[in-house]
């Protein structure tokens, strides 16, 4: 069965510190990645996402992440974190062939301390 | 602005009770889908909804039913409500069934808690 598993639950940085988070998943076919982020209080939004191409995916607010298929991984990253960025992180996937429904992993809590 | 408007935002029900869950997706959006999101855990598929079909459905039991209208607004009614189907419920809406290219808009859900 197709899964996502995200290794960290919870995360606390000091500002300015980097992020990485790590997300690997279970398929053995073409998949599409996202990762998506929730605010405290907010809906989900999309932060990147990665369909083909270049393997090094820029998004949102400085946030980039790296499919690298031999480990099927999508990792997340940002290279200097803001108190702002405190928040729930959820990588999902889904199924090339059958881009209908999302994979989520069970997220991971970011806490930034100011 | 989620431009997916749900409602109710809270509810509150007792076991063996009913609930309707509604959601308005996007402007231009067709389909719309539901996840529930227990705490802790990320969102689970439940089903989705195009030209008022149900078109997937993920490992939720019968008493998860939907419904889409010709608006594309989209309802889900649970049955027989459980301790364990307390959980926030998400609607997403999307432009065609085939949406990794298009993307999907979250509402901001509705936390249902039943006791």
């Known amino acids: 069965a197709q899964s996502v598993s995200q290794h960290n639950h919870h995360v606390i940085l000091s500002e300015a510190a980097s992020l990485e988070l790590g997300c690997n998943y279970s398929?053995?076919?073409?998949?599409?990645l996202f990762w998506y982020v929730q605010y405290p209080g907010q809906h989900l939004q999309l932060l990147l996402k990665?369909?083909?191409?270049?393997?090094l995916v820029k998004g949102i607010k400085g946030f980039e992440a790296e499919f690298i298929k031999s480990k099927f991984s999508f990792n997340l990253r940002k290279p200097s974190v803001q108190w702002s960025d405190t928040a729930e992180y959820f990588c999902?996937?889904?199924?090339?062939?059958?881009?209908?429904?999302?994979?989520f992993g069970s997220g991971t809590r970011l806490s930034i301390r100011p | 602005d989620a431009g997916v408007t749900q409602s109710p935002t809270h509810l509150i029900k007792t076991r063996g009770q009913q609930v309707t869950l509604r959601c308005s997706p996007k402007?231009?959006?067709?389909?719309v889908s539901w996840y529930q999101q227990a705490l802790g855990q990320g969102p689970q598929f439940i089903f989705q909804?195009?030209?008022?079909?149900?078109?997937q459905r993920g490992n939720f039991p019968d008493r998860f039913s939907g419904h889409q209208f010709p608006n594309y607004s989209s309802e889900l009614n649970v049955n027989a409500l459980l301790l364990g189907d307390s959980a926030l419920y998400l609607c997403?809406?999307?432009?065609?069934?085939?949406?990794?290219?298009?993307?999907?808009?979250f509402g901001s859900g509705t936390r249902l808690t039943v006791v």
């Open positions: 997403a809406s999307s432009r065609g069934t085939g949406s990794g290219n298009y993307g999907y808009t």
């Open positions: 398929y053995g076919g073409t998949v599409n």
């Open positions: 990665y369909f083909s191409g270049d393997p």
């Open positions: 999902a996937v889904t199924p090339g062939s059958s881009a209908s429904k999302i994979i």
């Open positions: 402007s231009g959006h067709d389909t």
């Open positions: 909804y195009y030209e008022e079909e149900e078109r």
